[in-house]
């Protein structure tokens, strides 16, 4: 069974960090691009970050860019958010997704069960 379990999650204060993990099991995902993506209450899943397969090639929205680092272990079949800077605007549950190609092409074929991040102003 194919699982991408996200932890890191929880509160912290305006200016705080946290660091997000995404762990995948069931098969390996050293060939594929991955992506965070965040929902907050009463909004649409938006897109955060992606990585290319091999983690040369990154992109961000906007709001996002400067504070966060996306990066991955393929070694560990791991993705990571390194979160600086947070705002109470970047509260929402935070998901990662598994796209089908090697460069990201925004075609998620998995996707974890997400982790609550909150930030207190």
């Known amino acids: 069974q194919v699982q991408l379990v996200e932890s890191g999650g929880g509160l912290v204060q305006a200016g705080g960090s946290l660091r997000l993990s995404c762990a995948a099991s069931?098969?390996?995902?050293?060939?594929?691009?991955m992506a965070w993506f965040r929902q907050a209450p009463g909004k649409e899943r938006e897109f955060v970050a992606a990585?290319?397969?091999?983690?040369?090639?990154?992109s961000y929205t906007d709001s996002v860019k400067g504070r966060f680092t996306i990066s991955r272990d393929n070694a560990k079949n791991t993705v990571y958010l390194q979160m600086n800077s947070l705002k109470p605007e970047d509260t929402a549950v935070y998901y990662c997704?598994?796209?089908?190609?090697?460069?990201?092409?925004?075609?998620?074929?998995?996707w974890g069960q997400g982790t609550q991040v909150t930030v207190s102003s």
């Open positions: 997704a598994a796209d089908r190609y090697s460069d990201y092409r925004g075609d998620n074929t998995y």
């Open positions: 069931g098969r390996t995902f050293s060939n594929n691009a």
């Open positions: 990585i290319n397969w091999s983690g040369y090639k990154t």
